[in-house]
């Protein structure tokens, strides 16, 4: 799932519940269209890719150290001042339980700042497994996802991305750190996703990874970057009895386009967001969010409804 902004960098107004197969369209991002692709599908879903340890691409060591309470990302903050539901206006999560860290990896000793991982202290998703599941990303792709934000599902969940950070809202399968990662890498506003290469790809192949991935060029850009991620950094995929050949086209652009960012052994690098925001530069910022964690909010924000229902066990 992904949320969008506008190319001038503000936030148009989120829709509530907006689910991939009803994606709105949206002033200024006419070229993101629903558009049912309707191809044929390697494999149901992905559950496959996580039935058994050793097909996850291997978890790089992380450790993350906690900011001091009273700073806050301001998309961090926003996401936990939002309303629970449409019919509860309590906060996501109170300003007191909102945990901020630093996270560093063994992979990237240098090059990069550390990323910011924003955690209720009510998640489903524990902090190790959210590092965990980051580091399951190769360390260029991870570069570009600004930070990680996980909440409570409540009984649900859901996540998404804004195309430079990721969202979560209950505990997820573990592909879902790839699938996100890899629409963040769709710089800059999804534009290769929409663009000719990856469209001319689709319309050359006869399938696509999952049937997920029918929805819209956006979401099989980010299933085939995972089926990569997985393929060539955890257990090659082999164990489907599926040849992958229908989707061939789709391979070899993404492979190409995202080149050492799928690199186990690549670089790490500051990357900028498409707002102008430098992951690696909070201190100087102006987004950081400066706040006494035992006030109240001064203004909720309404429900915002995760997507990406589907890679979350349901209730
Ligand atoms: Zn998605």
Redesign the pocket.
């Known amino acids: 799932?992904?949320r969008f902004t506008s190319v001038s960098g503000l936030a148009l107004a989120l829709v509530p519940g907006i689910q991939a197969h009803t994606l709105p369209l949206l002033r200024g991002m006419s070229q993101l269209t629903q558009r049912d692709l309707a191809k044929g599908t390697l494999l149901d879903n992905f559950d496959a890719l996580t039935a058994d340890p050793s097909r996850i691409p291997p978890i790089v060591k992380g450790t993350g150290t906690k900011w001091e309470p009273g700073r806050y990302p301001q998309n961090c903050y926003d996401k936990a001042r939002e309303a629970l539901s449409d019919t509860d206006a309590r906060p996501k999560c109170q300003l007191q339980d909102l945990e901020v860290y630093d996270v560093t990896y063994e992979d990237c000793p240098s090059g990069r700042d550390p990323w910011i991982i924003c955690r209720c202290s009510n998640s489903e998703l524990s902090l190790q497994d959210t590092i965990d599941g980051m580091g399951t990303v190769p360390p260029g792709a991870r570069s570009n996802v600004l930070h990680v934000v996980t909440m409570n599902g409540f009984g649900s969940g859901g996540g998404?991305?804004d195309g430079n950070s990721i969202f979560c809202g209950g505990a997820p399968a573990k592909t879902w750190f790839s699938?996100?990662a890899m629409?963040c890498n769709d710089r800059d506003g999804f534009a290769f996703s929409n663009g000719e290469d990856f469209n001319n790809a689709i319309n050359a192949d006869s399938c696509v990874p999952d049937a997920y991935a029918n929805n819209n060029p956006?979401?099989d850009f980010?299933q085939v970057g995972t089926y990569l991620n997985y393929n060539i950094n955890g257990h090659a995929i082999d164990y489907t009895g599926k040849d992958a050949g229908c989707m061939g086209n789709q391979l070899n652009s993404a492979q190409a386009y995202l080149a050492e960012r799928l690199d186990r052994n690549g670089v790490c690098f500051n990357a900028p967001g498409t707002d102008g925001i430098v992951n690696g530069k909070r201190d100087t910022r102006r987004d950081i969010v400066e706040r006494d964690p035992n006030a109240p909010y001064e203004k909720l924000l309404p429900h915002t409804a995760y997507g990406?229902s589907e890679f979350f066990p349901s209730h």
């Open positions: 799932m992904v998404y991305s699938h996100e629409h956006t979401e980010a990406h």
